[in-house]
C-alpha cells in the first residue's frame, strides 16, 4: 500500500506545491524554496518527507543537492488511480450493452 503513504504525504499543500515544482525537472531546495511562504529548511523538510514516501529521489551536484520525482514511486499512485478508471469505464460499458438500456437520441 505504497500509494497510502504517498497520498498522505502529498495532502500538505505546501509539500504539494514543492512537488508540482519537479514536475519540470530537477531542481535545488534553493529553486524549490523561490517564491514559497516557508524557509528553504522548512523546504527541505518537505523533500525529506517526499523522499520517504517514495516520490522523490536526490542527486549531489557539486555542493548542493538536487531533487527529482522518482517514477517509480508515481507509478504505484497512478496504478492505484488508473484502477478507479478502469473500473468506471467497465461499469459505463455494462450499462451501455445491458438490453434494457435506453438508446441515446440521435440528433437531427
Known amino acids: 500500500m505504497a500509494y497510502g503513504k504517498a ?8 509539500r504539494r506545491r514543492v512537488f508540482e515544482r519537479l514536475r519540470c525537472g530537477p531542481k535545488s531546495v534553493g529553486v524549490l524554496a523561490t517564491g514559497l511562504p516557508v524557509s528553504r529548511p522548512a523546504v527541505s523538510q518537505h523533500l525529506k518527507t517526499l523522499k520517504d514516501a517514495g516520490l522523490v529521489k536526490d542527486r549531489s551536484e557539486g555542493t548542493r543537492r538536487v531533487y527529482y520525482i522518482d517514477p517509480d514511486g508515481l507509478g504505484d499512485l497512478r496504478r492505484w488511480l488508473d484502477g478507479f478508471w478502469d473500473g468506471a469505464l467497465e461499469a459505463f460499458k455494462n450499462e451501455v ?7 441515446p437520441r440521435k440528433k437531427t
Not at 97 to 103: G, H, L, M, T, Y
Open 7 to 14: 497520498l498522505q504525504c502529498l495532502s500538505d499543500p505546501t
Open 97 to 103: 450493452e445491458k438490453p434494457d438500456s435506453p438508446q
